[in-house]
């Protein structure tokens, strides 16, 4: 019987979603110091330049179950765009947009989206994004039920509103900032227990 472990890990920024890189001198999961199993592996992907929650597991019914696109499981991000996004652009967002994908067009689903009151609080990026004093900036809270790639930024450019900084909060019922995971920094790794991955 096989023994299958479970573990979150808040990526930094400039950090591949892999435990090897594609060309020298990348970060990678390895940096991050935890004693994990040879065989645990990230579930799904963030970008390098993106941040947050990254679930890992040597599970491979978690993999299949949280990749497929019909599971519809949820992801939330926290980005902060350039400009201040209009409700017309929010709606948008809401419906769905046109993005590319490998070259063709393609529809996003439905999302859950709206402005945050205030910035998040979030551990300093480094390094910081450029800020330009003539250009106002908001965070947005996004929730996603598929996940292509770069799929969030796409989406906030569809609208005319570029992505400055992404965070991910968020995969299923685990989100950095409540329960468990209520402190998760940059870099570090928790092992949590399987008691909701697969139900139904």
Known sequence: MPVYRYYVAYKPYGMLSQFTPDQPGQRTLAELGAHLPKDVYPVGRLDAD?????????????????????????????????????????????????????????HTRPARVRLLERPPELPPREPPIRFRKSVPDRWVEIALT??????????????????????????????????????????????????????D
């Open 50 to 106: 993106s941040e947050g929650l990254l679930l890992l597991t040597n599970d491979p019914r978690l993999n299949a179950r949280l990749l497929r696109p019909e599971g519809g499981h949820k992801r939330v991000y926290w980005a902060q765009v350039e400009g201040i996004p209009t409700e017309e652009a929010l709606q948008a967002l809401c419906q769905g947009v046109v993005i590319r994908i490998h070259g063709k067009p393609y």
């Open 146 to 199: 598929e996940g292509k790639n770069r799929q969030v930024r796409r989406m906030c450019a569809a609208v005319g509103y570029p992505v400055l900084r992404l965070v991910r909060v968020q995969i299923g019922p685990l989100r950095i900032g409540e329960g468990a995971l209520g402190n998760l920094q940059p870099a570090e790794v928790r092992e949590v227990v399987n008691d909701w991955l697969l139900e």
